[in-house]
């Protein structure tokens, strides 16, 4: 059974920065792709940046390239996302999933994290 944990989320002014991270349990994680996805209230979970399995892939959705930057340590099975020049509209909660494939989205990831609430006041 594998298990992602995130952590790192919480209250920003806008303008500033925040870093949040995902751990994961088992030793398969060099073996998938993962994404960090949010889900603001009313609103769709929406694709945010994904990572290919040795990190040197990667992608992110056009709200937050240039912004936003996506890493992973394999050695800690932990998949980070830093979040800069934040903006009110980046309010959401963030997840982290697994996939085996290179989609953007949800319905190809099988595995999620509970999420980690990130608040950009304005």
């Known amino acids: 059974q594998v298990q992602l944990v995130e952590s790192g989320g919480g209250l920003v002014q806008a303008g500033g920065s925040l870093s949040v991270s995902c751990a994961a349990s088992?030793?398969?994680?060099?073996?998938?792709?993962m994404g960090w996805f949010r889900q603001a209230p009313g609103k769709e979970r929406e694709f945010v940046a994904r990572?290919?399995?040795?990190?040197?892939?990667?992608g992110y959705a056009d709200s937050v390239k240039g912004r936003f930057t996506i890493s992973r340590d394999n050695a800690k099975n932990t998949v980070y996302l830093q979040m800069n020049s934040l903006k009110p509209e980046d309010t959401a909660v963030y997840y982290c999933a697994r996939t085996s494939g290179w989609s953007i989205s949800p319905y190809e990831y099988d595995y999620w994290g509970q999420g980690t609430q990130v608040t950009v006041s304005s």
């Open positions: 990572i290919s399995r040795n990190g040197g892939g990667t």
């Open positions: 088992g030793r398969t994680f060099s073996s998938y792709n």
